[in-house]
């Protein structure tokens, strides 16, 4: 199957059908050295951008705050695409521990002012 043929297929999916389709490949995506990994006493065992110590709730925060993947890249010059398409898949899929995670740090940076 190529891309665009995934792609077509991807989009004829219902909400629902994505989700799973979603999951799925953030399954696929977060095993081995690549992809997203937890690690316990690793950045308090958040998900991280494999053999790093780059959060993916971070990179959440950034985007909510109006960065764009190429100044992402700019302020991370050693995570590549795959990377950061691992982050957004696993933000995507795993919704509430990203929410946990950023109102704990929310609730840190506020415990230090």
Known sequence: ?????????????TPAE????????????STGSHGITKTPG???GDACIANTRLPVWL????RRQGATD?????L???INAADLLNVWA???GNQEEIEIALREQEEAMEREI
Not at 59 to 62: D, E, H, Q, R
């Open 42 to 44: 690793v950045c308090g």
């Open 90 to 92: 696993y933000a995507e």
């Open 18 to 29: 994505k989700a799973e389709a979603i999951q799925t490949l953030t399954q696929t995506l």
């Open 1 to 13: 199957m190529t891309p665009a043929e995934l792609k077509t297929q991807l989009l004829a999916l």
């Open 76 to 78: 991370y010059p050693d």
């Open 59 to 62: 990179f959440v925060s950034l």
């Open 70 to 74: 190429a100044e992402i890249f700019q």
